[in-house]
């Protein structure tokens, strides 16, 4: 590890504030006239303990690797992030680097946007296939073209509140949560908590709100444990198998039905809740892992449970893209790939926020084992349930707004599971009829 294993936003107001301030503009620091050092231009939309993260992770290549100066940007996070990165790919006056979310990938699209990898320079900085997580790998191709070098895996997780659950006896003698196997299995856990907790629903998660994407994230957690699909591969035919989706959907009803999880959190609540004690349990991505640490709450994590048959998750991933240049200068090139490589051997360092490293070497790191209890859902990493490969998928996307809409009257009981799903097929025909912004021929 180049840092400590815990990052405090503390270190937010002092030297990195400075330095990420001034990329916040969508600025930084040039090499100098006349320096011998080969520039990077590297954008990125990572903020808060990621970010701090990144920016100390780009020192340490800096420290490392003197002959090469990475130009960090650091740009607003979502749509206006892929927005800029689509108008510079497509203009040919790109960044060298960017930082992606996998499931955006298929969406923004190659050729006149992005470029793809070249294999071979991968390999001189002793990147491998073999060394990545299979599926995760797999999504990072398009018609057979490397497009992405994966970084992470942020999947959904199951937080748990370590005093809560040893009254309610959930631990095991490890003082680790016991895992539950099936509907029946969850539902004696979640009541169990409540009843430590004098009625209080014990689960928390983003259920409610305007954009609200929790429900979409809760079920698509869940219906794909039973083996379910949203579309087939090539993205153009609708997959779902209504029994199976029902099946999900009838149990995120009953949890808001019988009190054990509270359907009125939006998503700051729902942390909220959690963090202060007022809820046992809290179904969130992995990235929550540091603010809940510097909050002094008692807690640890584990997987998302195994409700269906699986284990699947769902999740996205972080990856890094090359945005398309007319013409790439082949010392930047390898300058590059030299600065990928390093971020990618070093992703234990990465991990400390919470999310697990795509590149399967660092799993094995003792560094990245001593990291609790970041260490404790590895095993997610090749059971991720990845979005479908369409343009209007992804984080913070159309079919995860337009999905939360549509299932979170059904934790609250304001709709039926089978008028949830009916909204959400709709709401999926919609959009698949709508056109690509970035259609085949501007590629």
Not at 11 to 34: D, M, N, Y
Not at 49 to 64: E, H, L, P, R, T
Not at 291 to 296: I, V, W
Request: include cysteine; charge should be negative; charged fraction near 20%.
């Amino acid at each position: 590890m180049h840092g400590p294993p815990d990052i405090s936003r503390r270190h937010l107001l002092g030297g990195s504030l400075a330095l990420l301030g001034v990329a916040a503009t969508g600025c930084a620091i040039p090499v100098g006239l006349g320096s011998s050092q080969t520039r990077v231009q590297y954008w990125h939309f990572l903020g808060a303990s990621d970010g701090i993260i990144m920016n100390q992770m780009v020192k340490a290549f800096a420290a490392s690797t003197p002959d090469i100066f990475v130009e960090e940007n650091v740009l607003a996070w979502g749509e206006p992030y892929y927005t800029k990165v689509a108008m510079a790919g497509s203009g040919g006056r790109s960044p060298d680097l960017a930082t992606f979310h996998l499931a955006r990938l298929a969406g923004i699209g190659a050729g006149a946007i992005l470029d793809p990898f070249n294999v071979r320079l991968l390999e001189e900085v002793g990147l491998r296939a073999a060394d990545f997580s299979p599926p995760i790998w797999e999504r990072a191709h398009i018609d057979g073209q490397l497009y992405a070098i994966p970084f992470d895996a942020h999947p959904m997780v199951q937080y748990y509140n370590t005093d809560i659950c040893g009254r309610a006896g959930l631990l095991g003698p490890d003082g680790k949560l016991v895992p539950t196997k099936g509907v029946d299995e969850l539902i004696a856990q979640l009541t169990k908590a409540k009843e430590v907790m004098g009625g209080k629903p014990p689960l928390a998660f983003d259920a409610l709100g305007l954009g609200t994407v929790g429900p979409w994230r809760v079920w698509y957690s869940l219906y794909p444990q039973n083996g379910g699909t949203l579309l087939s591969q090539d993205g153009t035919q609708v997959t779902i198998d209504d029994a199976k989706a029902l099946e999900a959907l009838r149990l995120m009803a009953r949890l808001g039905q019988e009190g054990l999880c509270d359907w009125r959190t939006d998503y700051g609540a729902s942390v909220a809740n959690f963090t202060n004690g007022d809820a046992a349990f809290l179904w969130n991505g992995d990235w929550e892992t540091t603010g809940l640490k510097e909050r002094g709450t008692p807690f640890s994590m584990t997987r998302f449970p195994s409700v269906f048959g699986g284990w699947q998750a769902q999740a996205d991933c972080h990856a890094f893209v090359l945005p398309h240049q007319r013409e790439r200068d082949p010392e930047v090139e390898r300058a590059t790939y030299r600065f990928i490589a390093h971020l990618v051997r070093n992703s234990a360092d990465w991990a400390v926020a919470g999310h697990v490293p795509a590149y399967l070497p660092a799993l094995e790191e003792p560094d990245y084992l001593a990291l609790q209890p970041q260490s404790e859902y590895r095993s997610v990493i090749t059971e991720v349930a990845l979005d479908p490969q369409v343009w209007f998928a992804g984080s913070a996307s159309r079919l995860w707004i337009e999905f939360g809409q549509a299932f979170s009257p059904v934790i609250s009981g304001q709709r039926t599971p089978e008028e949830g799903l009916a909204a959400a097929k709709a709401s999926l025909a919609r959009l698949m009829s709508a056109p690509n912004p970035f259609p085949d021929e501007e590629r």
